[in-house]
């Protein structure tokens, strides 16, 4: 039963976006054609190691998503998403699959998350062929090692990236 009444044209596409990839702007996409507004909510976790900053990822989002400013938000949170989607309200999830094994992941995410908080629900939106395997730890392994990824992330994502490495190494 819900404990609060939202209206369904607003969902909540939390991640780490780091770095956001042109499969994280479908799901933005696809989402927009069932949802009035996109919230993406980049997560700030301290137990996982970032390429970039939680502003440098929140940039990035802005940057990729500018041309869809009125349909969407760009906000971070910390701590679990149960907690930040009770806070604010919001009961609606979007995840991106690309495949069996995401399916899996996100569909016990979606239990966990519906068990710590009853009101969740979770929409699951399939990747294109184009975009389904491409991930941000791929992204980050083919800049690693010299490949060009532009075709992979949103327009100036992959300067950043090549900037990232070069600067570890220095």
């Given at each position: 039963m819900l404990g609060f009444v939202l209206s369904a044209s607003v969902?909540?596409?939390?991640?780490?976006?780091?770095?956001?990839?042109?499969?994280h702007v479908l799901v933005v996409k696809r989402a927009l054609r069932i949802f009035s507004k996109v919230v993406v909510a980049v997560a700030i976790n301290t137990n996982k190691e970032?390429?970039?900053?939680?502003?440098?990822?929140?940039?990035?989002?802005?940057?990729?998503?500018?041309?869809?400013?009125?349909?969407?938000?760009?906000?971070s949170f910390g701590g679990l998403l149960s907690d930040y989607m009770r806070r604010n309200?919001?009961?609606?999830?979007?995840?991106?699959?690309?495949?069996?094994?995401?399916?899996?992941?996100?569909?016990?995410m979606s239990v966990i998350n519906?068990?710590?908080?009853?009101?969740?629900?979770?929409?699951f939106i399939p990747t294109s062929l184009n975009h389904q395997y491409i991930?941000?730890?791929f992204v980050k392994r083919i800049a690693a090692m010299g490949g060009d990824i532009s075709k992979f992330v949103p327009?100036?994502?992959?300067?950043k990236i090549k900037k990232a490495f070069s600067a570890?190494?220095?």
């Open positions: 969902v909540v596409f939390p991640g780490s976006f780091d770095p956001m990839t042109m499969g970032t390429m970039f900053s939680i502003e440098e990822r929140l940039l990035i989002v802005h940057n990729a998503l500018k041309n869809m400013d009125n349909m969407i938000s760009i906000e309200k919001r009961c609606v999830v979007i995840r991106g699959v690309r495949d069996a094994n995401d399916f899996g992941y996100e569909l016990q519906s068990e710590l908080n009853d009101d969740l629900e979770t929409v991930s941000s730890t327009y100036g994502v992959d300067v570890k190494k220095n």
